[in-house]
């Protein structure tokens, strides 16, 4: 199955600043997609990735705050804009290659906003 | 929103079989059920995806029901490394466009 490494792990970051945060795929995949896991909760899905156009965000999830991007079929990015500490979250990113394997995750990204 | 119901927690003693349901009594004919797990601290992981029929793998096996309103994950020899929570899913979509949205999941504890 395909094999996905996010940077960074970790962040601590000032509120009102932007984190960009890169999900690099070892394989071409055909969809990517970003999730967020606030602390003790399930994964949301923020946004479907989609490569050469603007991603599908998920109702309560805007382009502004945001902003995604997937410039090829291996790579792409989230960017958190402004930051307030309710962004404290794990970000993550995830893959869908071969159907035989099902989606993949990465192991996340750990943003704590202070 | 998510279209699965999990009970909240589960015990099972190590080395037993642990039983996961799982109701999705709204699937449509086409959509699949997907089971991840989640370690702490980690990505979750795949474990297993079916349609209508049983499926097993290395990891598990799945139990659809045959009006596929229900399935059950069924770990077959548990180890305390098996400890996670447990999301059963349904893809919303083709496979082609189809995306995963998670519930709330079930934490399994295996214990000694």
């Known amino acids: 199955s395909a094999v996905i490494s996010q940077k960074p792990s970790r962040d601590i970051c000032q509120r009102g600043t932007s984190l960009t945060i890169q999900c690099q795929v070892d394989?071409?995949?055909?969809?990517m997609f970003w999730y967020r896991q606030q602390p003790g909760q399930s994964l949301t899905l923020i946004a479907t990735a989609n490569q050469g156009s603007e991603a599908t965000y998920e109702s309560g999830f805007v382009i502004d705050k945001f902003p995604i991007s997937r410039p090829n079929l291996t790579f792409s990015t989230l960017t958190v804009s402004n930051m307030s500490p309710e962004d404290s979250s794990i970000y993550l990113c995830?893959?869908?290659?071969?159907?035989?394997?099902?989606?993949?995750f990465g192991s996340g990204t750990r943003l704590t906003v202070v | 929103d998510a279209k699965t119901t999990q009970p909240t927690s589960m015990d099972c003693a190590e080395g037993r079989a642990a039983n996961l349901p799982c109701n999705h009594s709204t699937i449509s004919g086409n959509e699949y059920v997907y089971w991840y797990r989640q370690i702490h601290s980690q990505g979750p992981q795949y474990i297993i995806h079916?349609?209508?029929n049983n499926e097993t793998n290395e990891m598990a096996s799945l139990i659809i029901t045959e009006d596929r309103k229900s399935s059950t994950l069924i770990l077959p020899h548990a180890t305390l490394r098996d400890t996670a929570v447990y999301y059963c899913?349904?893809?919303?979509?083709?496979?082609?466009?189809?995306?995963?949205?998670f519930g709330q999941g079930t934490t399994l504890q295996v214990k000694p």
């Open positions: 899913i349904v893809r919303v979509g083709s496979s082609n466009t189809g995306k995963l949205i």
């Open positions: 995830s893959a869908r290659g071969e159907v035989l394997y099902g989606y993949t």
């Open positions: 394989s071409q995949v055909t969809m």
């Open positions: 079916g349609l209508k």
